[in-house]
C-alpha cells in the first residue's frame, strides 16, 4: 500500500493485480497469522483459544484445505517451541474430521522425507518430534510409532556409514522421548527395552575422539562438559527411573483428553531412512555447555539437574526461542522472558547458559557474535533488577575458571565482556579481580584483564582505561597507542638513511611526483648489496624502511590519513616490495612503528593485502617469524591471520562465483541458440562470436580460479607447517630437558592451531588429502597428530 | 515445502525508516530502491569527538568496514556528530542495523540507518552554522556536541 503512495509510475500495474485477487490471498493471511499467534499472550485461555480455531479451521476446509495444511506443516517445522500447542491443535482437527488428520500425517512423512534429502536435520528432527506428540494426541498410533523408531535406529547397523548418521536417527529417537515416552512405554513395552538396550549398546562402542576439541573447558569439574548424546542417554535413563513422569512439558492435549480419547487413530507408514549418499552433510556432534547447578540460584526455584530431562526441554526450547527470533532482539529479549512455566525455574539463570552455550559453541555459534551481546543487554533492560546480577555472577565464574577455558573461547568471552562493559560505562569491580596481578603475565587470568583493557581502549580512549581500573592494575594497562619514529630527531642523525628520510619527508609535503622521489629514495644505501647483486632495484631493506617510516609518520593521525598514503603511494611501494623479502620487510616496519597500537597494525595490514602490495602467505609468515614470536600469543596476532585467512576465502569464493556465471550465462546462450536455430547466417555468426567470448572468458575465469586455489592451498600449508616447527621444537626441547611440555604458552599454541582447523574447517576440508599427505603424518608428534585426528573426527 | 511463515521473516531493525536525502537525485522510488540495496550506513548521535578508531573498532563487529568518512563541520572543518559507514557487503551492513544500531558508542546511544552511498559533499553537516541541522534547533545542553543548540547560543 504504502509503496503505491511513493510510486512514480511502474508500480501501478502490481496494485492492480493485488486488488484482483486480494481477498483470498487476505484470508489466507488471516489464517497464517490466527495459526501463528496461538498460544501467545491472551485475555482468553489457552484451551478455549485453540478449541476456537479448531471450529473456525474445520469450517474452512472445504475452501482452504492445502493452505490450512501447509501452514500447519510450516509451524511443526518451524516452531519447534509450540510444539504442543500444535499438536493439540491437529488432534481436535482430527478428532472433528478423520480424514483431515490422515492427510495431515501423510503430509508430514513426505515433508520428512523431503527435509532429510535437502540436509536438513534440525527441522527434520522437529517434524519427528511433532509426530511423535500426536501420539500423545491421539492422532497416530503407539505401535506404528515404536515401529519407526525401529528403523531410525536399525541405521546403527549400518556398515560403512558416518557415524554422525547413525547418531543423527538414535538422537531423533531419544530427544522424542521426553514427549512420548510415557505412552510408548504403556503401549510397548518390550519393544522400547529392546530400541534402548541397542542405543545403550551404540553409544558404548561409538568413537569420541572429536570430544577434547568441543569442550568449552578442559576440567571436569565443576561441571563435565558432556557429548550431547552421551548427557541424552542419562536424562532419558532417568527419566525411565522416574517412571516417565514428566511435569516441565506444557500440555494443551490433557485438557482435551475426552474429546482426543474419542477420535479414530491413524498409523504412520512404514518409514525407511533414506540411504546414505556422499553429499549428506549430517549435523556435527557438540558438547553440552554447562556453568550453573542448582548451588548457584541463591534464592528462589532450584534449577533442574544436569541429569534431567527437564534440564533438556528448557535448554531446547530457549535455543529454539533464539533461532527463531535472532534477527530481533527485542521479540527475543521478550519471547525468552515469558518462557512458560517460568515460575517453577530460575530462568535468568538458565536463559544465561544457553546464551552463553551457544557464544562458546565450537566451532562457530549458530548466529553472529554480535547478536549475543546485544541480546543480552536488552535482557538486562528488560529485567534491571534481576539479570544484570546473574550476568555478574556468571562472568566471575568463568573468570575463576580461565586456566582451564578453551583459547577460541576466551577469545569471545573477552570480545563479549568488553563490548558490554562499553555500554555500561566501563563499570566493574576489578578490585575483585586483584589476585592476578600476583601471577606471571603469561597466565590466562593476568592476559584476560590485559586483553579486555585493550578491548576496552579500543571503544573508548588510553586516559579513560587508566581512569576506571584501580592504581594497582597499571601494569595491565594497554600501552598508549604512539608512533615511533625512528628518524625523529637530530638525536638520530647518524641513522643510515636518516638525511634520506628528511628529504623524503619534504618531497610528500611539497607534492612531488613519485618520479621524483624515487629519485630521492635512490641515495638510500643498500645493506645487502655486498652479495655483488647489480641489480639496482632488488630488495632494499633500508628503502622501505625510510620511504615507509616517513610516509606513516606523516600520515598517523587517523586511519583513513594512513589509507590516503598507502593509496597514493601505491605505485612506489609495489616497485619497493616487489619479492618475498620486500613484503615481509614492509609489514616489519608497519611493526615497528605502531607497535604500541595494534588496532592501527591490524587495519593497516588489511589495506595492504587488498591493495595487494603484500600476499597473505607473506602475512602469515611474518606473524610466525621470530621476531614476532614474543607477541605471539596476543589477541590481536590472531585476529590479523584468522581475518586474512578470510580475505583469501572471500577471494577464492568471489572467482568462483563470477566462474559459475560465466558458465551460466554461456548455457543459457546456447539454450536459446538452439530455440531459434536456422535463421539468418549473420544471426549465427554473432551467436558464435558471442560464445567464442565468453568460452574464452570461461577459460581465463577458470586459470584464475585455480591459481587462488593454489595460493589458498598455499596459505594453509604455510601456516600448519609453521605450528608444526614451532610446536615440535618445544616439545622436543622439553622432552631432552626433562621439563613438563603443559606451559601455558603451549596450550595457547596447541589451542591455536586447534582454531585454525575449528574456524575454517569448511575450506580445510577440500586439502584434506595433502594436508595429510604431507604435514600430518604418522611420524608427527602424537601431541600435533591429536588435534588433526579429532578434526577428523568431525566429520566421520 | 518451502512455504515461508510471516512471523518468522519479521527483521524490522533492517527496514527503510522514514527518512529521506532531500540531496538525492531522482525520485522518491528510486531512493528507497537504492536504500534497500545500500551497504553503506549513516550514523548518528555521535560524539563530537567520537574517532574513526572507535566507529572502526565497533562497526566491525558486524563485518569488514571498507570505509568510514567522518562527518564534518562544513566551517570549522572538524567533527560534528555523524559519519558513514561503508561495508563490503549488504549483509553485514544489516547486522550492523540489527546489533549495533541503539547500542552505546562513546557512552552514547547511537543511531543508524541506510545511506544512498557516500558522495563528494555528503561529508558536511547541513545546518546554517556548519554543523548538523539538529543541532541548530535544539534546545538543551549536549557537552559533547558543542553544548547548547545554536538557536539558543545565539542572542
Known sequence: ?796 | MSIKLNALISDSYVDVSQYRDQHFKGNRYEQEKVLRQANTLYVGNLSFYTTEEQVYELFSKSGDVKRIIIGLDKVKKTACGFCFVEYYTRTDAENAMRFVNGTRLDDRIIRTDWDAGFKEGRQYGRGKSGGQVRDEYRQDYDPARGGYGKVVSRP
Open chain 1, 1 to 796: 500500500m504504502s509503496r503505491r503512495r511513493h510510486s512514480d509510475g511502474d508500480d501501478g500495474g502490481q496494485s492492480h493485480k493485488r486488488r484482483r485477487t486480494s481477498e483470498p490471498v487476505e484470508i489466507e493471511d488471516r489464517l497464517e497469522s490466527l495459526i501463528c499467534r496461538v498460544g501467545e499472550k491472551s485475555t482468553s485461555s489457552l484451551e478455549s483459544n485453540l478449541e476456537g480455531l479448531a471450529g473456525v479451521l474445520e469450517a474452512d476446509l472445504p475452501n482452504y484445505k492445502n493452505k490450512i495444511l501447509r501452514i500447519l506443516c510450516a509451524v511443526a517445522r518451524l516452531l519447534p517451541e509450540k510444539l504442543t500447542v500444535y499438536t493439540t491443535l491437529v488432534g481436535l482437527l482430527n478428532a472433528r474430521n478423520y480424514n483431515f488428520g490422515g492427510e495431515f500425517v501423510e503430509a508430514m512423512i513426505r515433508q520428512l522425507k523431503e527435509t532429510l534429502k535437502a540436509n536438513l536435520y534440525t527441522e527434520a528432527l522437529y517434524l519427528v518430534r511433532f509426530l511423535c506428540d500426536l501420539v500423545n494426541c491421539h492422532v497416530i498410533a503407539a505401535p506404528s510409532m515404536v515401529a519407526m523408531f525401529e528403523n531410525f535406529v536399525s541405521v546403527t547397523q549400518e556398515e560403512d556409514v558416518p557415524q554422525v548418521r547413525s547418531d543423527w536417527f538414535v538422537y531423533a529417537v531419544l530427544s522424542s522421548l521426553p514427549w512420548v515416552g510415557k505412552e510408548l512405554y504403556e503401549k510397548k513395552d518390550a519393544e522400547m527395552d529392546r530400541l534402548l538396550n541397542q542405543i545403550d549398546g551404540y553409544l558404548k562402542r561409538r568413537l569420541k575422539t572429536h570430544v577434547p576439541m568441543l569442550q568449552v573447558w578442559t576440567a571436569e569439574k565443576p561441571h563435565p562438559q558432556e557429548e550431547y548424546l552421551d548427557c541424552l542417554f542419562a536424562q532419558i535413563q532417568k527419566l525411565k527411573k522416574d517412571r516417565w513422569q514428566e511435569r516441565h512439558i506444557l500440555r494443551p492435549y490433557i485438557a482435551f483428553d475426552s474429546v482426543l480419547c474419542e477420535a479414530l487413530q491413524h498409523n504412520l507408514p512404514p518409514f525407511t531412512p533414506p540411504a546414505h549418499m556422499p553429499d549428506c552433510q549430517y549435523p556435527m556432534p557438540r558438547v553440552i555447555f554447562r556453568m550453573f547447578d542448582y548451588t548457584d540460584a541463591p534464592e528462589g526455584p532450584v534449577m533442574p539437574g544436569s541429569h534431567s530431562v527437564e534440564r533438556f526441554v528448557i535448554e531446547d526450547n530457549l535455543h529454539n526461542i533464539i533461532k527463531s527470533h535472532w534477527k530481533e532482539r527485542k521479540t527475543c529479549a521478550a519471547q525468552l522472558l515469558s518462557y512458560p512455566g517460568k515460575n517453577k525455574i530460575p530462568l535468568n539463570y538458565h536463559i544465561v547458559e544457553v546464551i552463553f552455550g551457544e557464544l562458546f559453541q565450537l566451532p562457530c555459534p549458530p548466529h553472529i557474535d554480535v547478536m549475543y551481546t546485544t541480546l543480552l543487554i536488552e535482557l538486562c533492560k528488560l529485567q534491571p533488577g534481576s539479570l544484570p546480577q546473574v550476568l555478574a555472577q556468571a562472568t566471575e565464574m568463568m573468570y575463576v575458571r580461565l586456566d582451564t577455558m578453551n583459547t577460541t573461547c576466551i577469545d569471545r568471552l573477552l570480545n563479549w565482556f568488553s563490548h558490554h562493559l562499553s555500554n555500561f560505562q566501563f563499570r566493574w569491580s576489578w578490585d575483585d579481580w586483584v589476585d592476578c596481578l600476583a601471577l606471571d603475565a603469561d597466565k590466562p587470568k593476568p592476559k584476560f584483564v590485559k586483553e579486555v583493557l585493550e578491548k576496552c581502549m579500543r571503544l573508548s580512549y588510553h586516559q579513560r582505561i587508566v581512569d576506571i581500573v584501580p592504581p594497582t592494575f597499571s601494569a595491565l594497562i594497554p600501552a598508549d597507542p604512539i608512533f615511533f619514529y625512528k628518524y625523529q630527531d637530530e638525536a638520530n642523525s647518524a641513522l643510515p638513511g636518516y638525511a634520506v628520510a628528511i628529504a623524503v619527508g619534504n618531497a610528500i609535503k611539497n607534492r612531488a611526483s613519485n618520479e621524483e622521489i624515487l629519485t630521492v629514495l635512490k641515495d638510500v644505501p643498500n645493506p645487502n648489496q655486498e652479495d655483488d647483486d647489480d641489480e639496482g632495484e632488488g630488495f632494499n631493506p633500508l628503502k622501505i624502511e625510510v620511504f615507509l617510516q616517513t610516509l606513516l609518520h606523516l600520515a598517523a593521525k587517523s586511519f583513513s590519513h594512513s589509507f590516503s598514503a598507502l593509496a597514493k603511494f601505491h605505485e612506489i611501494l609495489k616497485a619497493l616490495t616487489d619479492c618475498d623479502e620486500g613484503k615481509l620487510h614492509i609489514l616489519r616496519v608497519v611493526y615497528e612503528v605502531w607497535r604500541n597500537h595494534p588496532q592501527m597494525v591490524s587495519v593497516l595490514v588489511d589495506k595492504l593485502i587488498r591493495t595487494q602490495i603484500v600476499d597473505c602467505a607473506a602475512v602469515a609468515n611474518w606473524l610466525f617469524s621470530p621476531n614476532m614470536a614474543h607477541e605471539f600469543t596476543r589477541f590481536y596476532v590472531w585476529e590479523i591471520l584468522h581475518s586474512t585467512i578470510r580475505k583469501m576465502n572471500k577471494h577464492v569464493q568471489k572467482i568462483q562465483k563470477e566462474l559459475e556465471e560465466a558458465k551460466d550465462k554461456l548455457e543459457r546462450q546456447q539454450h536459446k541458440k538452439q530455440k531459434d536455430s536456422g535463421d539468418e547466417e549473420d544471426m549465427e555468426k554473432n551467436s558464435e562470436d558471442e560464445d567464442g567470448q565468453l568460452e574464452e572468458q570461461i577459460e581465463r575465469l577458470q586459470e584464475k580460479v585455480e591459481s587462488a586455489q593454489s595460493e589458498q592451498k598455499n596459505l594453509f600449508l604455510v601456516i600448519f607447517q609453521r605450528f608444526i616447527m614451532m610446536l615440535t621444537e618445544h616439545l622436543v626441547r622439553c622432552e631432552t630437558g626433562s621439563v613438563d611440555f603443559s606451559t601455558p604458552w603451549y596450550k595457547n599454541c596447541i589451542e591455536r592451531l586447534q582454531q585454525i582447523f575449528l574456524m575454517h574447517h569448511v575450506t580445510i576440508h577440500q586439502y584434506m588429502g595433502t594436508l595429510e599427505n604431507l604435514l600430518f603424518t604418522a611420524e608427527l608428534d602424537h601431541h600435533i597428530l591429536a588435534v588433526y585426528q579429532q578434526f577428523c573426527a568431525l566429520q566421520l
